[in-house]
T-cell receptor, first 113, second 112 residues
Framework: EADIYQTPRYLVIGTGKKITLECSQTMGHDKMYWYQQDPGMELHLIHYSYGVNSTEKGDLSSESTVSRIRTEHFPLTLESARPSHTSQYLC????????????FGPGTRLLVL | GDSVTQMEGPVTLSEEAFLTINCTYTATGYPSLFWYVQYPGEGLQLLLKATKADDKGSNKGFEATYRKETTSFHLEKGSVQVSDSAVYFCALSDGGNNRLAFGKGNQVVVIP
């Protein structure tokens, strides 16, 4: 069982609000990821991090930002939410020595009105 | 770039039926191949993997064989249960940057 947590699980918010999606893992993994999952279920990598103070853009351009101040914590922030940001956001982590095996959190379903 | 293609559309079948989900890949190197499963309301879990040609990954009654000649990694299970209802994702890692490329996923619904 993966020890990776995401909060909130569901969020409904109005346009223009600032939001932060939380992700924490207790496995001591250095590498962490954020994926956006669209209604068609396809996954897109939007951010990743190799460790503390490391953040990288993924394959899909995103208006969100991330930070990695602590190994176990990798929050994602939207400064001004828009309806186009409505999606499911999945956080994942892996060991640097075994990056192919990723452990996923349960996801946050975001609805922006 | 490297990519994975899964068969279109959901899969609906009866309990104890045989399940096959097709997956083909395009890669320049020698990727590792994976099947991940997403149960309702949960994140993805690694189901099985294969790291080189002719390897067979297996777990929970599911199997997939890495076929280099056909660039495929089809998922099979001989007798599905209602509890196997989930979304199944095929993925590859090229090893170079250790990033996973996912297919679009297939919704599997098993009817009692």
């Amino acid at each position: 069982e993966a020890d990776i947590y995401q909060t909130p699980r569901y969020l409904v918010i109005g346009t223009g609000k600032k939001i932060t999606l939380e992700c924490s893992q207790t496995m001591g993994h250095d590498k962490m990821y954020w994926y956006q999952q669209d209604p068609g279920m396809e996954l897109h990598l939007i951010h990743y991090s190799y460790g503390v103070n490391s953040t990288e853009k993924g394959d899909l351009s995103s208006e969100s930002t991330v930070s990695r101040i602590r190994t176990e914590h990798f929050p994602l922030t939207l400064e001004s939410a828009r309806p186009s940001h409505t999606s499911q956001y999945l956080c994942a982590s892996s060991q640097l020595a075994n990056q192919e095996t990723q452990y996923f959190g349960p996801g946050t379903r975001l609805l922006v009105l | 770039g490297d990519s994975v293609t899964q068969m279109e559309g959901p899969v609906t079948l009866s309990e104890e039926a045989f399940l096959t989900i097709n997956c083909t890949y395009t890669a320049t190197g020698y990727p590792s191949l994976f099947w991940y499963v997403q149960y309702p309301g949960e994140g993805l879990q690694l189901l099985l993997k294969a790291t080189k040609a002719d390897d067979k990954g297996s777990n929970k009654g599911f199997e997939a064989t890495y076929r280099k000649e056909t660039t495929s990694f089809h998922l099979e299970k001989g007798s599905v249960q209602v509890s196997d209802s989930a979304v199944y994702f095929c993925a590859l890692s090229d090893g170079g940057n250790n990033r996973l490329a996912f297919g679009k996923g297939n919704q599997v619904v098993v009817i009692p």
